[in-house]
């Protein structure tokens, strides 16, 4: 069974800083870790983070500039640098993965990270 174990999440103050990171601790060959996403109170999910292999990575415009996504070599491990962070970055934020197989793709995500950004 795939797993995704995110660590990194907190209160924070605006204007301060967090790191988010998700590992796939089985390391199995055919899953790679993606992006990043958030759940933001009443909102729906949105993408915030996206690694892309072929050209630049993704972000949402309002991260532009102050969050940085990276991943490790092999794949396996995803980390979210979030600086000066504002109020309205406050939620929940998943990390995604997608497993490769004959036939398609399948999709799996992190236990979610709370991030609550206030005074």
């Known amino acids: 069974q795939i797993q995704l174990v995110e660590s990194g999440g907190g209160l924070v103050k605006p204007g301060g800083s967090l790191t988010l990171t998700c590992v796939e601790p089985?390391?199995?060959?055919?899953?790679?870790?993606t992006g990043w996403y958030r759940q933001s109170p009443g909102k729906q999910r949105e993408l915030v983070a996206k690694i892309i292999d072929s050209g630049q990575d993704i972000y949402e415009d309002s991260v532009k500039g102050r969050f940085s996504i990276a991943r490790d070599y092999d794949k396996k491990t995803l980390y979210l640098g979030m600086k000066n962070l504002k109020p309205e970055d406050t939620g929940v934020y998943y990390c995604?993965?997608?497993?490769?197989?004959?036939?398609?793709?399948?999709?799996?995500w992190g236990q979610g990270s709370q991030v609550t950004v206030s005074s």
């Open positions: 089985k390391r199995t060959f055919s899953v790679w870790v």
């Open positions: 995604h993965a997608i497993l490769y197989r004959p036939g398609g793709t399948l999709d799996y």
